[in-house]
């Protein structure tokens, strides 16, 4: 059975044929009433009640199903806000065939996406969830959390979802339809080439991953010096790079990178800045600084949010920040290059975005783990499985509605 099949029965299972109560009967008609101003598309909704259409069907992204399974769905969403929705999801208390396209619509509809859940019983616990990132802040004990509680969950569920090469951020896509491996190949090129990366160059990687791109750069003739936090992506890591041939070219470490040091031609970080945290921008940026030589080049992989939507974000918890990626923040480009003007003494040379290629590797992921299911409903079962699929969907929508976006910055330290 497909992951997309099994999910929906699993959630039917989940929700049974629970008979609302008043409370909820009168929850879900407010959450109804402001559905209904939807304008960009249309919900069809199926529930207790029947099938109710919400919106505009002409709208440009059409109609999305969305199957209520449980009752209960309706006061946690009026209780719980945006968050809801996804927990509502992962517990079995919603489904949709057509996740990604349900999601865009909130995104698009941004207005009453906020109505929904704008309600004074929400804010008890919007309050608490901001008073736990604050437990999430990076520094050093913290970012060691962090990484641990995403990255050290096992290299099999990775290992299933990604491609050979293990690397864990967008690829480039050359032309449509093309495979994710040889994609993610192109990417490590245009990364190389970001920063003319040569034989002979002494680079630093902040960030391993599983080590495509540091084996990538060897590849080149490159010196590589590369370091993670995440103690099983260092095993991995250090096994790959002993059986490449190309262990000579690289150093790795298990270092936070406020703890490194020397001086180095290049400077490469792939979504990276991300897992540092608004608050340690600077102290980021000023480290990468200090690590190049006069006039060495730093090359960045960012996933990046609209300006104008940056500082909301930074204020609020979303379901990525509470349940995939904690600590985690997503940087505008102006915040990048404004810490990176009053901080350090990098230039900005060169800024690329290629947001939609994202949008592509998120739905390669989601497809792999969707038809195949069994390493995730081995570890975690159905609810696992729903987790990541609800995860790569719900960033997916912000990448095809350009809410979301990954540039390849390219920045020269001054020249002495």
């Not at 049974?16 to 559905?35: E, H, I, K, M, S």
């Not at 099938?51 to 440009?60: A, I, N, R, S, V």
């Not at 992962?90 to 865009?104: A, F, H, M, N």
Request: hydrophobic share 40%.
């Amino acid at each position: 059975m497909s992951g997309a099949l099994l999910i929906a029965e699993a959630a039917a299972r989940a929700g049974g044929r629970r008979a609302p109560t008043a409370l909820q009967r009168r929850l879900r008609d407010q959450v109804v009433d402001r559905l209904a101003r939807l304008c960009c598309g249309a919900i069809r909704l199926t529930d207790h009640a029947g099938e109710t259409l919400l919106g505009d069907p002409k709208g440009p992204l059409g109609t999305a199903p969305l199957v209520v399974h449980d009752p209960a769905f309706w006061t946690a969403l009026v209780f719980g806000a945006d968050l809801a929705a996804g927990e509502g999801f992962v517990s079995g208390q919603w489904s949709s065939d057509d996740l990604v396209r349900l999601l865009q619509l909130f995104v698009r509809d941004r207005e009453v996406r906020q109505q929904v859940g704008r309600s004074p019983w929400s804010w008890p616990r919007r309050l608490l969830r901001r008073a736990g990132q604050l437990l999430r802040q990076n520094h050093r004990r913290g970012s060691e959390r962090n990484i641990r509680d995403h990255y050290d969950l096992g290299d099999e569920l990775f290992a299933h979802m990604l491609d050979p090469s293990m690397t864990y951020s967008s690829a480039w896509f050359e032309y449509e339809g093309q495979p994710l491996a040889a994609a993610q190949q192109h990417k490590l090129q245009r990364l190389g080439d970001l920063v003319d990366l040569g034989p002979g160059d002494h680079l630093l990687e902040i960030g391993t991953g599983w080590g495509s791109l540091a084996l990538f750069a060897a590849g080149r003739g490159a010196r590589v010096v590369t370091t993670t936090i995440s103690n099983n992506q260092f095993t991995t890591a250090q096994q790959r790079l002993a059986q490449s041939g190309l262990g000579d070219r690289v150093q790795l470490l298990r270092r936070d990178y406020r703890d490194l040091d020397g001086t180095f031609d290049k400077l490469l970080s792939c979504e990276m800045i991300e897992a540092v945290g608004a608050r340690f921008l600077p102290t980021y940026l000023r480290t990468c600084a200090a690590r190049l030589r006069p006039g060495g080049l730093l090359g960045l992989q960012a996933i990046t949010i609209q300006d104008r939507l940056y500082h909301g974000a930074l204020r609020s918890v979303d379901y990525i920040k509470r349940h995939v990626f904690p600590g985690s923040f997503i940087p505008s480009v102006a915040a990048i290059v404004d810490a990176a003007a009053r901080h350090s003494d990098l230039q900005l040379e060169h800024y690329t975005d290629f947001g939609p290629h994202y949008a592509t590797t998120l739905c390669c992921w989601r497809e792999r783990i969707t038809t195949a299911p069994e390493p995730f409903l081995r570890r975690g079962g159905p609810a696992l499985l729903r987790a990541w699929v609800y995860y790569l969907a719900y960033c997916e929508a912000g990448f095809r509605e350009r809410q979301l976006g990954v540039g390849h910055f390219r920045f020269r330290r001054a020249r002495a």
